[in-house]
């Protein structure tokens, strides 16, 4: 059965909507993990407020996802690569609709705290099966620009989290809103378990393309040891550091302080800046991917958003800039150097095999998501510690703040060292 150019017209179309339905299902787990990502930022008030707790407690709760996520990439990783994306992600599916609907009916915030590190373990094998289900289902040349869309639709959840979700609230009580979230994630995982299928070949279709075999490391640990072993995947994950990570630790908590204490700026015009960075960053993950699949490199596009992070960051610490445009530019600098992942991403599934693919896109998402959770309070703990300011209370000044903000330049030069050492992968996998 062939579903190439010269397959049956019909073929082609039954392979195409076994394509989009699987895609679709898993687009859309992936959209609600991004959702409950982000949703502290807008609901945090109406559930501290429901019981009572403190600012540092809802802290943790926020974090318990964040956490759970992170620790769990590699392990889910391997899974993926040995039980396949489907399975993994149903069960995963159906941990994320628990955890939601507890948290919807908690009586108390022990119950409810549990809620997110449920939702944290369940979302945590989404995007690596996604990833590896693109890279079975869609062809090699497309991989870069699919991978790109998958993150824009991923950021549209977030974007539900913030806006339109405080709208919501103003309607109904934040438990209603986590309860149909639940049910969601419940029929959508139903959904996964009938309607997707880990490959064309398992769906009834050959492969989109003919693949030769890839040498496959058998067993976890070989997977596991052939992931930690290839230098592509280390240089790419401090790419990403540099670029991705700083920019997520940057917009998601230090972008508005700047400008705040900074330039006196109020909460919601700082935000707007963050917000252009966010966008160019959303932008730029399907542009990029478009890029780099075009020029047939990966490399190339890695380079440049490096040396955008490092240019972003050196301006950020050095130059003589205000709100206005040179601001925009240099938020839309690092926004524009986080969408590095797309090519990143695709340079190092392209020189794994496919066996051992899951695993070593963990390995990387890894870096992305510790570089946040390392890098914010690192900044935090710098301006605490300004020089001449005796009274705790007294709020950082821009020069506390570019002394800061040294951090992310330096992980973006040593990313951009790391990367100018990536292997052109040639839109290729390694069996080419
Ligand atoms: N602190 C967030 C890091 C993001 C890492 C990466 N760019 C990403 O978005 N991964 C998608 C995921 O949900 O794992």
Not at 271 to 287: E, F, K, P, R
Request: with cysteine; proline share 6%.
């Amino acid at each position: 059965m062939r579903t190439g150019e010269s397959a049956p017209a019909e073929l082609r179309r039954g392979f195409r909507r076994a394509r989009a339905g699987s895609t679709a299902l898993l687009l859309a787990l992936f959209a609600i993990g991004f959702f409950q990502r982000f949703a502290p930022a807008t609901f945090a008030e109406p559930i501290g407020a429901a019981f009572g707790v403190s600012a540092a407690q809802l802290g943790l709760f926020a974090a318990g996802n964040f956490w759970v996520y992170t620790v769990m990439q590699v392990p889910v990783g391997l899974l993926i690569d040995r039980y396949g994306t489907r399975m993994v992600v149903a069960v995963g599916g159906a941990v994320t609709s628990a955890g939601t609907l507890l948290l919807a009916a908690a009586p108390g915030f022990g119950v409810a705290a549990a809620g997110p590190l449920l939702v944290g373990l369940g979302t945590s094998g989404i995007f690596v099966g996604l990833l590896k289900s693109n890279a079975t289902w869609f062809p090699e040349r497309h991989y870069g620009v699919v991978t790109g869309v998958t993150m824009f639709v991923g950021n549209l959840g977030s974007i539900f989290a913030e806006g339109p979700s405080a709208l919501l609230l103003t309607a109904f009580t934040w438990r209603s809103i986590f309860l149909v979230v639940g049910l969601l994630a419940a029929a959508t995982t139903v959904l996964v378990l009938v309607v997707v299928r880990d490959s064309p070949e398992e769906a009834g279709y050959p492969d989109v393309l003919p693949r030769p075999a890839a040498p496959a490391p058998a067993g976890g640990s070989r997977r596991l040891r052939s992931a930690l072993a290839s230098r592509q995947v280390w240089l790419v994950f401090f790419a990403v550091i540099g670029t991705n990570g700083t920019f997520y630790a940057f917009s998601g908590l230090w972008g508005v302080p700047l400008l705040r204490d900074g330039f006196g700026l109020s909460n919601a015009a700082a935000s707007a800046y963050t917000t252009i960075g966010l966008v160019v960053y959303g932008c730029g993950n399907v542009l990029l991917g478009v890029l780099s699949d075009r020029l047939g490199r990966r490399r190339p596009v890695i380079l440049v958003c490096s040396a955008s992070a490092v240019l972003g960051w050196a301006g950020f610490a050095f130059l003589p800039w205000s709100p206005g445009w040179s601001a925009v530019v240099l938020y839309a600098l690092v926004g524009l150097a986080g969408a590095q992942v797309v090519p990143a991403f695709a340079a190092v599934k392209e020189s794994t095999a496919p066996s051992a693919a899951a695993t070593a896109l963990g390995v990387v998402n890894v870096g992305a998501f510790l570089a946040s959770g390392v890098i914010q309070p690192v900044f935090g703990w710098i301006l605490d510690a300004r020089p001449g300011s005796p009274e705790a209370s007294s709020h950082p000044v821009l020069a506390d703040y570019r002394w800061a903000l040294i951090v992310p330049l330096v992980l973006s030069a040593a990313g951009l060292c790391c990367a100018l050492g990536v292997r052109e992968t040639f839109r290729r996998g390694p069996d080419h």
